[in-house]
């Protein structure tokens, strides 16, 4: 089946860093001002906890359809589709409505949903022999503009703009991306999508291999929510002020940003990742159960696990350009994987806020939180071999 070869273009590059910046810092940075918000609009807690599960439970539902989209639009309108939704939700959110705040939330999880899909696919598409280096480019840019984004909100929020001028301000993010993002419309071509992606999408669902890479990923995201959601609150329980806990809470957005400087320059020179997938479950182990067992060196476990938890999500994207043999069949395995992770990652929060409930401690939490990283650690073995999904071709007509 004939292919089209392009090259990659002045603007590709930038306005891949510059979408990866978007989908991360449009749903983090505003929870320095969730208070505010809950305070003016007279929530309940689990009322304004809905901010951050709702986005979860859209990724889950809208990552599945995001290989479909693309088979239809092309990838790179598709990008551009999700901006579009991003932009929208993100005027929605700030329009001072408590329905269009809700509204708004999910629309940008819509948008989010698309390009956490598909940016795997696309540089598995137009950068095939660069996947680990890339990725780790793009994971470092998320991290870091989720970083500026939570330390910037705040100020920006009390020069008078207040937290729904500081939300609305984040819409520099995607319309940066857009702009940058259009010369690649004129340059879609045809990708030769037919019956055999479609496919593709339903079988594999069926492969082992898929299960062991979105076992890898969904495992990380269920804990990384759990910690970013309930950390402060750990660590206020282990005697730790407001302020240090918020402290350490971005000092964890830091750390899991660092592995994008060296982990895809790492993986880019080994052809099995089993070891690396070892190592970086084993330090989620290690940092969780210090937390638990010297609180008093949490700044050293908050490193070491958003080290690892960071590590670990370039890792399974990675796997995910690695392991496919086709982009079409990148962003069916990055829909499963996502839709799957995002789905264990809006239940994990309150699942181990309810651990709390039951044993007044935060240890069993933990616990659990460890052995679930020793779990991810055996899948990312079984993910890390040399190996590529092998689906079976249906007959041409």
């Known amino acids: 089946m004939p292919t089209t070869t392009r090259s990659p273009g002045l603007f590709l590059l ?3 860093l510059l979408i990866a910046a978007t989908l991360r810092v449009t749903f983090t940075a505003i929870a320095p001002l969730l208070d505010e918000l809950r305070h003016d609009y007279g929530l309940t807690t689990a009322q304004t906890g809905i901010l951050t599960t709702l986005p979860l439970i859209t990724f889950a539902l809208i990552s599945p359809l995001a290989a479909g989209i693309s088979r239809r639009l092309g990838t790179e309108r598709s990008l551009f589709l999700a901006m579009l ?15 269009l ?29 660069q996947v ?4 780790g480019r793009y994971s470092l840019t998320m991290g870091v503009a989720a970083a500026l984004g939570s330390l910037l909100i705040v100020p920006i929020a009390q020069a008078g703009l207040g937290w729904r001028g ?3 301000a984040l819409i520099i993010f995607p319309l940066a991306a857009l ?31 898929a299960w062991q890479v979105t076992f890898f990923l969904g495992l990380n995201s269920l804990i990384y929510y759990v910690v970013i959601a309930w950390l402060p609150a750990i660590l206020v329980n282990y005697g730790y002020s407001t302020a240090e806990a918020g402290s350490l809470h971005g000092l ?5 940003a660092a592995p994008g400087l060296v982990i895809g320059l790492v993986i880019s020179r080994l052809k099995d990742q089993r070891g690396i997938a070892l190592l970086v479950g084993l330090l989620g182990v290690i940092s969780l159960l ?66 709390h409930d039951i044993t007044h401690s935060w240890a069993l939490a933990l616990m659990v939180c460890a052995l679930l990283s020793a779990l991810m650690a055996l899948s990312g073995m079984l993910a890390g071999r040399d190996r590529v999904i092998d689906l079976p071709q249906p007959a041409q007509p």
């Open 14 to 16: 930038p306005g891949i």
């Open 85 to 99: 939704l991003i932009c929208g939700g993100i005027g929605l959110r700030s329009a001072g409505s408590l329905p």
């Open 101 to 129: 705040l809700y509204v708004g939330t999910a629309v940008i999880g819509c948008g989010i949903a698309l390009g956490n899909v598909l940016l795997p696919a696309l540089i598995k598409q137009r950068f095939a022999d």
């Open 132 to 135: 680990a280096r890339l990725t």
């Open 166 to 168: 500081a939300f609305l």
């Open 179 to 209: 702009l940058v993002w259009l010369p690649q419309l004129p340059q879609q071509a045809s990708n030769g999508v037919g019956r055999s992606s479609a496919l593709s999408q339903r079988q594999i669902w069926r492969t082992p291999l």
């Open 252 to 256: 964890l957005q830091l750390a899991t």
């Open 290 to 355: 210090g937390l638990w067992l010297s609180p008093g060196l949490a700044s050293l476990w908050i490193v070491l696990y958003g080290f690892s938890s960071g590590a670990t999500m370039i890792l399974g994207l990675v796997f995910i350009g690695l392991r496919a043999s086709s982009a079409h069949q990148a962003a069916a395995l990055s829909g499963m994987a996502q839709s799957v992770g995002y789905l264990l990652a809006a239940f994990g929060p309150p699942l181990m806020g309810r651990l």
